[in-house]
């Protein structure tokens, strides 16, 4: 879910090349791709449409660069644009066990810093935000999907995502907030804060919801007020553990866990989301010896949900509907999608907006912005719109507040 790209691989000499994630992550089985070596690779030239760099390249032939900088630790990606083909298998009820191949614009990084040369997201970023450009917007333009996804996130640090989702009728809901007049990023807006049976006034606030970031920052203001009324109400001893950045840690042992306090946030329409993994528990050789509130102060006014408050849930982003869903991770209606979306969505795709994130907190892309208006071939497939990845798990790497602007 990276801004502006559907996905970034490394590249090294004609190649993405994972050389800097396969020595930290040896217990994956990971891959190159190589533009050269597949049939269905096309070099993006920078008289293409979807290059926005374009008018600075010197020839209108050469191949379509991108930069992309993050303020997480000077993290930052640059190279070359890619048109390849991704596989998706069907999912729902369907028994035909089919799959779909869907055109996607490809990052191959040439240069990469910061996190990247540490091993951050070996396999690769995916673009799943509101940009054209984006994996999901590419599918609903082609007429494949319903213009949604859900994500899944296991207490294993694994996940699932489904594209084309909407989520079971029952789930909850909140709608996403505009950015500077306009629809740029997921982010919705809480009404109220309660730890235990505590309902904090004056606790509102927004936030954007970001898959890729593993943890949870508040506005400086409702992290105090949450923070202080979790250490009153924990019946444990305030500590510090060397390594772990949280403010508000606690010791215990296996054997004498404390009752942890609830962390639940209010939406509009009294809608409730129970956080299931708002603690971190620090193990050492006898097994748990301390917990921290696993939430940080955010700078702005704009926090960032994190992965760690999704865990144990169904998230659904529902881009046709603005509004992001959820529900228990083992809820589900049971149903398949339909084959193909019926009608014109209610709120088209975005054009021509490039995309931002509130406060500072990543920086857009030069890359385009605009998807194909014309199906694919891939549309005319009789598959169910439920698509889940083939072959990748979801990376679950902290890059900090980047993934939700693409």
């Not at 028994?95 to 191959?108: D, E, Q, W």
């Not at 898959?211 to 019946?235: C, K, R, W, Y």
Request: with cysteine.
């Amino acid at each position: 879910m990276i801004t502006g790209l559907a996905l970034i691989f490394r590249l090294l000499i004609g190649r993405c090349s994972l050389v800097f994630g396969a020595s930290i992550v040896q217990d994956r089985d990971l891959s190159e791709y190589i533009p050269s070596q597949s049939s269905t690779s096309k070099q993006l030239s920078c008289s293409h449409r979807l290059c926005d760099t374009g008018p600075n390249c010197k020839n209108p032939n050469q191949s379509c660069p991108y930069s992309i900088n993050y303020y997480t630790e000077s993290t930052s990606s640059s190279g070359l644009l890619v048109e390849d083909i991704i596989h998706l298998a069907s999912g729902g009820d369907d028994t035909l066990n089919t799959s779909v191949k869907a055109p996607v614009i490809i990052g191959c990084g040439m240069k990469q810093s910061g996190g990247y040369l540490d091993g951050v997201a070996p396999d690769g970023l995916l673009g799943l935000g509101l940009q054209e450009i984006s994996v999901p917007s590419f599918l609903a333009k082609a007429g494949l999907i319903q213009n949604s996804f859900s994500m899944c996130f296991n207490e294993d640090d694994s996940g699932r995502i489904f594209f084309g989702d909407q989520g079971p009728a029952t789930q909850q809901s909140a709608p996403f907030l505009k950015l500077n007049g306009n629809y740029t990023t997921y982010i919705v807006g809480v009404e109220v804060c309660c730890v235990g049976a505590s309902c904090l006034k004056q606790s509102s606030f927004s936030a954007l919801v970001d898959s890729g970031t593993s943890f949870t920052f508040l506005p400086d203001d409702v992290f105090e007020m949450i923070a202080e009324e979790f250490d009153t109400q924990v019946n444990a001893s305030r500590s510090s553990f060397e390594g772990y950045s949280w403010k508000y840690c606690y010791k215990t042992s296996s054997q004498d866990l404390p009752k942890i306090p609830s962390l639940r946030l209010i939406f509009p329409q009294n809608n409730s989301f129970l956080v299931q993994n708002h603690v971190f528990m620090i193990y050492g050789i006898q097994g748990v010896i301390g917990f921290c509130l696993a939430i940080q102060p955010a700078d702005g006014d704009i926090g960032t949900i994190g992965q760690n408050f999704m865990t144990g849930y169904r998230v659904v982003f529902d881009r046709e509907n603005l509004k992001l869903g959820w529900s228990r991770g083992d809820e589900g209606d049971g149903k398949t999608l339909p084959l193909t979306p019926s009608g014109t969505p209610r709120n088209p795709l975005p054009t021509n907006e490039q995309q931002s994130t509130p406060g500072g907190h990543a920086v857009s892309p030069a890359v385009a912005v605009n998807a194909p208006s014309k199906p694919s071939a891939a549309s005319s497939q009789l598959i169910s719109t439920r698509f889940c990845f083939l072959k990748w798990v979801l990376p679950l790497y902290l890059l900090h507040r980047v993934v939700s602007a693409s």
